[in-house]
């Protein structure tokens, strides 16, 4: 079936550093992707997307590109701050007849320090 | 705030008794989802609605589990005789049609969860 699968975390880096955080995914067809953000104490929130192949998704200084040929939606950020600090989340969406759904990754916990 | 939200947003209980969770979307958002998050996992789908029609249901939502949204807007997931296993952050989200907003908002907008724990 449909998956979604994420590097483990946790991560932690020095303030400054560069992010990867790994994502490939298992699904028929051709699914839009998302990487979904935690801060601590809050609700899942949408950090960015990308629709189809090669289309790059960006946002606060994050990417990711979608690579259809690699099933891969790798986030990347140049220079992180402490405020990054969250939990990360790949995510599918599935669209079939009338359903919808969004299939998330197990979760990439972020901790930058100063 | 406009946002999505949900009550309420801990609740602790005994195994065997009943509890109701609700769930108010953004207004005017005609899709609606419930979402399962246990700790260390990223969410995962146990039901959606499309207006007051559930149009999909997990097998993750045993018998137990019901959800409604009776007149379209908010919706309440209920779960009869709780066990230990159904402790976890229940998440709900909702999303408005496709073409009436901008692509850019037209995706789905999480509640901050109503957190179970079942003693």
């Known amino acids: 079936g449909d998956s979604v699968t994420q590097m483990e975390g946790p991560v932690t880096l020095s303030e400054e550093a560069f992010l990867t955080i790994n994502c490939t995914y298992t699904?028929?067809?051709?699914?839009?992707l998302f990487w979904y953000v935690q801060y601590p104490g809050e609700g899942l929130q949408l950090l960015l997307k990308a629709t189809k192949a090669d289309d790059k998704g960006s946002n606060k200084g994050f990417e990711a590109t979608y690579r259809k040929e690699t099933t891969s939606f790798h986030l990347e950020k140049g220079s992180v701050q402490v405020s990054d600090s969250a939990v990360y989340f790949c995510a599918l969406r599935i669209t079939q007849g009338g359903s919808e759904k969004l299939v998330f990754g197990k979760g990439t916990k972020l901790t930058v320090n100063p | 705030d406009t946002g999505v939200s949900q009550d309420p947003r801990h609740k602790i209980t005994k195994r065997g008794q009943n509890v109701t969770f609700r769930c108010d979307p953004i207004?005017?958002?005609?899709?609606l989802y419930w979402y399962r998050q246990t700790l260390g996992q990223g969410p995962e789908f146990l039901t959606y609605f499309q207006n007051e029609a559930q149009l999909e249901k997990s097998r993750l939502l045993s018998d137990r589990f019901s959800a409604e949204r009776p007149k379209g807007s908010f919706s309440t997931l209920e779960i009869q005789r709780t066990e230990q296993g159904d402790s976890a952050m229940y998440l709900c989200?909702?999303?408005?049609?496709?073409?009436?907003?901008?692509?850019?908002?037209?995706?789905?907008?999480f509640g901050p969860g109503t957190r179970l724990t079942v003693l």
């Open positions: 989200a909702s999303r408005p049609l496709p073409g009436l907003v901008p692509s850019s908002y037209n995706e789905q907008f």
């Open positions: 207004s005017e958002h005609n899709r």
């Open positions: 699904a028929t067809g051709y699914p839009s």
